[in-house]
């Protein structure tokens, strides 16, 4: 079964910095636009970033100049660089994918990590 494997969350200080990566579990074919949410307790999951395969980012207003998405198509990975952490960005952080296409002919639709936590003190 293919899946999308985080990782790189932990604890940091305020103003600190982490690198998280998503990396599908074995070689497949492609991955069309990719994306990285989070949700803190008692929130819903929200958007902070996503892109496309050509490139094409996108960004949540509250992580813009201190986040960036970006990814290796040929290794079919993908990676949020955050930097100046605040105690609010504080969540669990679920990579998407909008379809891995495993061969030139299956694909798999509306795919979930199983998430890695981000805990930032103050």
């Known amino acids: 079964q293919v899946q999308l494997v985080e990782s790189g969350g932990g604890l940091v200080q305020a103003g600190g910095s982490l690198r998280l990566s998503c990396a599908v579990s074995r070689r497949i074919f492609s991955i069309s636009a990719m994306g990285w949410y989070r949700q803190a307790p008692g929130k819903q999951r929200e958007l902070v970033a996503d892109?496309?395969?050509?490139?094409?980012?996108n960004y949540e207003d509250s992580v813009k100049d201190r986040f960036t998405i970006s990814r290796d198509n040929a290794k079919n990975t993908l990676y949020l660089q955050m930097n100046s952490l605040k105690p609010e960005d504080t969540a669990v952080y679920y990579c998407?994918?909008?379809?891995?296409?495993?061969?030139?002919?299956?694909?798999?639709?509306?795919?979930w990590g199983q998430g890695t936590q981000v805990t930032v003190s103050s």
């Open positions: 998407h994918a909008d379809r891995l296409y495993v061969s030139s002919w299956y694909s798999i639709g509306d795919v």
């Open positions: 892109i496309s395969s050509g490139g094409r980012t």
